[in-house]
T-cell receptor, first 115, second 117 residues
Framework: QKEVEQNSGPLSVPEGAIASLNCTYS??????FFWYRQYSGKSPELIMF????GDKEDGRFTAQLNKASQYVSLLIRDSQPSDSATYLC???????????????FGTGTRLTIIP | DTGVSQDPRHKITKRGQNVTFRCDPI?????LYWYRQTLGQGPEFLTY????????KSRLLSDRFSAERPKGSFSTLEIQRTEQGDSAMYLC???????????????FGPGTRLTVL
């Protein structure tokens, strides 16, 4: 089982609709969860992070975390063509007294917003 | 621009040659990470530094790979005797460790795309 799993897509969403991106993780010790956006040929760009169960909103983006289900999602409201990109879910596992803070990424979900 | 910078942005080399990449983190950041990303995959962790100390290396980092951060500022990643399988995007990220028990956000540089012929 992969440590971080995402549906690779492609996910096609009409412009103006809500895009829903999902991610599951296997390590219950995971503490922090990140969503990065990556345009083709470019580097990952941070969109949001979430530490606590529940929802966190930032503009058109909402991150949702459910640690019991080991599930994190990203909702994009009022989708725009410029949102077309690959969305990477990343998980951070912090080890006490060691501070191992590398990010473990999923393979990404390719999102296409249809005008 | 005060973000993470990487140099060069593209590198084409022949198999067996050595290559070196440079990363300049965000100035106040004390942690620096190297990742590698191949087509269709997410970035994979290679190694990271806190100040000048290299704290962890992935199993992906074979003996041909070496990374340094001599003064706790910029870092270099060297690949010796390159192989075609080394072709990838090499990403550098930095973060500021400010509080024990909290994860700090990693910001990525533009990457160095390596092509080994």
């Amino acid at each position: 089982q992969k440590e971080v799993e995402q549906n690779s897509g492609p996910l096609s969403v009409p412009e103006g609709a809500i895009a829903s991106l999902n991610c599951t993780y296997s390590d219950r010790g995971s503490q922090s969860f990140f969503w990065y956006r990556q345009y083709s040929g470019k580097s990952p760009e941070l969109i949001m992070f979430i530490y606590s169960n529940g929802d966190k909103e930032d503009g058109r983006f909402t991150a949702q975390l459910n640690k019991a289900s080991q599930y994190v999602s990203l909702l994009i409201r009022d989708s725009q063509p410029s949102d077309s990109a690959t969305y990477l879910c990343a998980v951070n596992i912090w080890v006490p007294n060691f501070g191992n803070e590398k990010l473990t990424f999923g393979t990404g979900t390719r999102l296409t917003i249809i005008p | 621009d005060t973000g993470v910078s990487q140099d060069p942005r593209h590198k084409i080399t022949k198999r067996g040659q050595n290559v070196t990449f440079r990363c300049d983190p965000i100035s106040e950041h004390n942690r620096l990470y190297w990742y590698r990303q191949t087509l269709g995959q997410g970035p994979e962790f290679l190694t990271y530094f806190q100040n000048e100390a290299q704290l962890e290396k992935s199993r992906l980092l074979s003996d041909r790979f070496s990374a340094e951060r001599p003064k706790g500022s910029f870092s270099t990643l060297e690949i010796q005797r390159t192989e075609q399988g080394d072709s990838a995007m090499y990403l550098c990220a930095s973060s500021l460790q400010v509080a024990s028990g909290r994860t700090d956000t990693q910001y990525f540089g533009p990457g160095t795309r390596l092509t080994v012929l």
